[in-house]
């Protein structure tokens, strides 16, 4: 199966290779497509059927958690419950036996997943791993001789370009929906390893995990995410680029996980006031808020207060800039940055790390801890998750039994923030809230799931009555 995979990391790595230099002739009718946009508004339906065969939907099921039994009746024996379809998505397929890519999100939590294709046929799905951080999942099939996509590069993309997005959006499968690119390099709260593409292609939930493709009909990125207040589109929508999901899939692929750097800063973007303050004639470069000790930073003699202008001599126009160079770094590459500190410019150079793997690394700043009133075990979230989330406390779900937490619709993977008033600072702090709470009275926690943070209403049952004494 290893060997397998590998190959099939290979032929991706092929594909990608190929375009260096942009050395693939263009798929039939892209000169056309091309030409076509100068004059008029683009025609996508040759490229809807040349490449509409290669896009699947995912199907993900989970097991939904037994309802609590009411009154006081002794609880009865319920047979397991069947697993029901509970997310959709889209993907498509990079190799033809049956590698596909998608959003991480899509299949989280999936304990079966099916992959439906353009012909109607049905085929169940492997994940073979995913990388949280990018949001980059990659599946796969047992077949041969699949339609494929063309990969593109996004490297060459620029803002006012049309692109078409394939996908299931609502379940309405291969639904084809054109705009143009809006920006790029787009940070978004808590993706800030991502450089995200803009786009205002109609994106609905169900399209996550979907192509999205240039007039020439190659993938040039995957739709990820929508800003909505409705929870609906809104004309924002966004896309992970196709460069960095296939260097992610490559790693995942060879080894069935991926690593990016770690320099180990936070930082923020100037604003004139802050410029001038510094010196600068203009706002540029990212100032440094906070250098983790003994990390790459601090090693390489990074100090608070420093402007990091440029990275191995390419400008840094703001903070955005620098998270999605160093996080697609590998662990152990040198960079040589340009910083200005106290009105002068230095140069220094610093080695990359590998992000999760600090001064802890391998070990929990606590050990596994059982909050057995809730059903739950609990970890303290590490040094690096929080400073890739912004968080400043919270405890990370490693396992959800059933219980309480479960019935809450709580899973492993959420990241507990709040219970009731009180902040979930670590796993100890949630163990003595939950000894303090209340029985049969909801009570509010905050959780993080993703990139979505909501309160759910948590409740402990009733406390049964010890025989023999008065009730």
């Known amino acids: 199966m290893l060997d397998n995979i ?3 990391g290979l032929v991706l790595g092929l594909a990608w290779a190929g375009l260096a230099g942009a050395a693939d002739p263009a798929p039939p009718g892209a000169e056309a497509a091309t030409t076509q946009h100068v004059h ?3 025609d996508f339906s040759a490229l809807v059927r040349r490449q509409g065969p290669a896009v699947v939907n995912v199907r993900v099921y989970r097991s939904k958690p037994e309802e609590p039994t009411e009154g006081h009746e002794p609880p009865r024996k319920q047979p397991l419950q069947p697993q029901r379809e509970s997310g959709l998505g889209s993907g498509f397929v990079v190799a ?4 596909i890519l998608t959003n991480r999100h899509v299949v989280a939590g999936a304990e079966k997943i099916t992959v439906r294709f353009a012909d109607k046929r049905e085929l169940p799905a492997t994940i073979v791993g995913v990388d949280p951080l990018t949001d980059v999942a990659v599946l796969k099939v047992e077949a041969e001789n699949l339609a494929t996509v063309s990969l593109g590069d996004s490297s060459q993309l620029q803002v006012g370009q049309w692109v078409l997005a394939i996908g299931a959006p609502l379940g309405l499968e291969r639904t084809a929906t054109q705009g143009i690119i809006s920006a790029l390099g787009r940070a978004l709260p808590n993706d800030s390893y991502v450089p995200f593409i803009q786009t205002d292609v109609p994106i609905n ?8 493709f240039d007039l020439a009909g190659r993938v040039v990125g995957i739709n990820s995410q929508i800003v909505s207040n409705s929870g609906g589109y809104m004309g924002l929508s966004f896309a992970i680029p196709i460069n960095t999901a296939v260097a992610v899939a490559k790693q995942i692929l060879a080894q ?3 690593t990016h750097g770690w320099l180990g800063v ?3 973007e100037l604003t004139l006031e802050l410029a001038q303050a510094y010196g600068l004639e203009a706002p540029r470069g990212a100032l440094i ?3 983790r000790p003994e990390g790459p930073a601090e090693r390489a003699g990074l100090q608070l207060g420093d402007i990091i202008l440029a990275l191995d001599d390419v400008a840094v126009t703001d903070s955005a800039d620098l998270p999605p160079i160093i996080g697609a770094s590998q662990p152990g590459t040198v960079h040589l940055l340009t910083v200005l500190r106290d009105g002068k410019v230095e140069r220094l150079q610093a080695k990359v790390g590998e992000l999760g793997q600090g001064v802890d690394a391998g070990k929990r700043s606590t050990p596994l801890l059982a909050v057995e009133r809730l059903g739950l075990k609990v970890s303290d979230l590490d040094a690096a998750t929080r400073q890739v989330l912004a968080l400043h406390g919270g405890v990370l779900v490693e396992e959800a039994a059933p219980g309480p937490a479960a019935t809450a619709g709580i899973q ?3 990241i507990l923030l709040k219970l009731g008033r009180a902040q979930v600072d670590n796993a100890a702090k949630l163990l003595e809230l939950a000894a303090q709470l209340p029985s049969d009275r909801p009570v509010p926690l905050l959780v993080k799931r993703q990139d979505n943070t909501s309160f759910v209403t948590l409740t402990l049952p009733k406390a049964e009555p010890v025989a023999g004494t008065a009730k």
């Open 6 to 8: 590998q190959r099939i």
């Open 40 to 42: 008029a508004l683009p």
């Open 96 to 99: 033809p036996n049956g590698v």
């Open 205 to 212: 939930p169900g399209n996550s995990g979907g192509p999205l």
């Open 256 to 258: 069935g996980h991926a």
């Open 266 to 268: 936070s930082t923020q």
């Open 289 to 291: 808020t906070e250098v």
């Open 412 to 414: 492993a993977g959420d």
